[in-house]
């Protein structure tokens, strides 16, 4: 698949996520994601483990569309405590690039007063495009 990010000229490259991507292909739409297992129990109280885990259920319904990590081209992350994020962002960075790989992907990342789920501290979003 080729995705291109899309970076308007005279623009600094963004860390961590690119301003948008260009793809042709199947879209998918995945659900937001949090930090429980299959069984729908919470995995961890900590955010780098609520979020990593949240990124393994994005994959694991993306892989159920055939499709893999470098389909991924948008992802919204919605987080109930701004400063947990940033604290957690080694970690989290450190679970992307292992789950994931690449930052060619469109990313927002929005702080909410709750999630609907109590215990949740994240919950992920994503489209991806399959091309192959």
């Known amino acids: 698949m080729k995705k291109k ?3 308007p000229a005279g623009w ?3 860390r961590g996520y690119a301003n948008g991507v260009a793809v042709t292909g199947k879209q998918v739409y995945i659900a937001g994601q949090i930090g429980w297992n ?3 129990r919470m995995t961890s109280d900590r955010f780098a483990e609520q979020a ?14 055939g499709g893999k990590p470098g389909h991924l081209v948008r992802m919204t992350w919605y987080v109930t ?6 604290d957690a962002l080694k970690e ?4 992307f690039r292992e789950l994931i790989g690449d930052y060619d992907i469109a990313m927002s990342a929005v ?3 709750a999630l609907i789920e109590d215990d949740a501290k994240v919950e992920i979003e994503a489209t991806a495009v399959i091309t192959d």
């Open 111 to 113: 702080q909410v007063v």
């Open 81 to 86: 405590d701004k400063r947990e994020y940033l």
């Open 38 to 40: 299959e069984e729908a």
């Open 52 to 65: 990593t885990q949240a990124l393994r259920n994005v994959l694991a319904v993306l892989r159920e569309a």
């Open 12 to 14: 600094v490259k963004p």
């Open 92 to 95: 989290i960075g450190h679970a």
């Open 5 to 7: 990010p899309l970076l």
